[in-house]
């Protein structure tokens, strides 16, 4: 690793036309340029694996147009409350044995309430007990309770910006891009890193992924972590006959994720189920570091423990060694 390249490839001053200059470039420039990045700040062979479990699923109040979990569709989801600390602390460690590093909790919340931050406290410290990394994805949080979080131990907080602030609009109307951006700011502002990204293949233009990716390349701080989503097309919400997005396409917006921000894990994140091995290996030469591990994302599928560690074999891919956090400087 480089650290004077490492240094002058930050950047948080992309402009639009830039950004969708890479997105244009033929795939192949963009994958060797993307891999050229990546092999500057990351070892070339390595994904970092985070398990997650919904711990509160359901129900929500929220209208996020691809979200099962909505109380607004008609999804046959059974709703689920807040789990035992107990359950929890065993599912994190059966995810510790089948090799995950940092274990991944997720509510179904617009927010969560005083009560479920305690709760909450309690399960990060059983997850940190365990030697993991914990990440929480709990809906929009004020300063304060970021600061709980963090006090019990939280490393990643995942709020993702989901899309463009213009396509915005047409997946959530119950909060807006600025109320995300506020949440991110808080996470940031209590010490945490920072797990933010979005979704493709929501119907939005190639500008929407470009514009997406340009907001989280341009925050103060990339964010640590980058998941890149594929539309999961879960049928009774509004998005379920969305047509899938073009393969390519998705890699090309995983290979601008790596340019732009070079130091962060991008995650190749929803969707794997209905991607071939072939297109998995194309996300991870475009830069793709790290995945969710484990039969289930909250509420939908995932490729199964045993098919991912064939796959990484098959490609050489080494799982990240579970060492401890470290927050970025
Ligand atoms: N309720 C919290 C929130 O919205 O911040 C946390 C959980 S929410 C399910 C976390 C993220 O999962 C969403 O922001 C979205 O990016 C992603 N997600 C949810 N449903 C998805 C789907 N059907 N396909 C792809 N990504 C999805
Ligand atoms: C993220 O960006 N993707 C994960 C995680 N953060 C919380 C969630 C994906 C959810 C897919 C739909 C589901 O399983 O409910
Ligand atoms: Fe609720 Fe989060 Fe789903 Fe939106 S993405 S409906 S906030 S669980």
Redesign the pocket.
């Known amino acids: 690793m480089n650290a004077s390249i490492a240094d002058d490839d930050l950047r948080n001053d992309w402009q639009l036309d830039e950004v969708e200059a890479l997105f244009a470039l033929p795939f192949q420039d963009l994958l060797f340029r993307a891999q050229t990045v990546h092999r500057v700040h990351h070892a070339p062979n390595t994904v970092q694996m985070s398990t997650l479990l919904s711990v509160k699923t359901g129900a ?1 109040p ?1 209208d ?1 147009a ?4 909505s109380v607004r569709y008609d999804t046959g989801l059974d709703r689920e409350a807040l789990m035992a600390v107990a359950d929890v602390t065993a599912r994190a460690k059966a995810a510790r044995e089948a090799g995950a590093t940092r274990f991944c909790m ?5 927010s969560p309430k005083k009560r479920d931050i305690e709760v909450m406290t309690a399960m990060i410290r059983e997850v940190k007990s365990l030697g993991l990394e914990s990440c929480a ?4 949080l004020s300063r304060e309770q970021a600061k709980e979080l963090r006090d019990a131990g939280l490393d990643y907080y ?3 910006i ?1 899309t463009s602030p213009e396509f915005y609009g047409e997946i959530i109307t119950t909060r807006d891009f600025k109320d995300r951006l506020d949440t991110l700011e808080a996470v940031r502002e209590a010490g945490m890193n920072v797990c933010c ?3 493709v293949g929501m119907g939005e233009t190639v500008r929407d992924r470009a514009r997406m990716l340009q907001v989280l390349a341009n925050l103060p701080q990339h964010p640590e972590s980058v ?1 890149i ?6 049928p009774g ?1 509004p ?1 379920a006959d969305q047509a899938p997005i073009d393969p390519f396409d998705f890699v090309r917006t995983i290979a601008v994720a790596r340019i732009l921000m070079p130091r962060s894990a991008v995650r190749l ?3 794997r189920e209905r991607m071939s091995d072939e297109l998995q290996a194309l996300a991870f030469f475009a830069g793709a570091n790290s995945i969710f591990y484990g039969e289930k ?2 509420t ?1 599928g995932n490729p199964d423990v045993e098919h991912d560690r064939a796959l990484l074999a098959r490609l050489g891919i080494e799982a990240a060694g579970a060492a401890p956090a470290t927050l970025h400087a």
């Open positions: 929500c929220e996020c691809y979200c099962p979990q997720g509510a179904a919340w617009r994805t709990l809906g929009m995942n709020h993702n989901d990204g979005g979704i998941p989503n594929q539309l999961v097309a879960v919400t998005l994140s929803a969707g994302l909250l939908t």
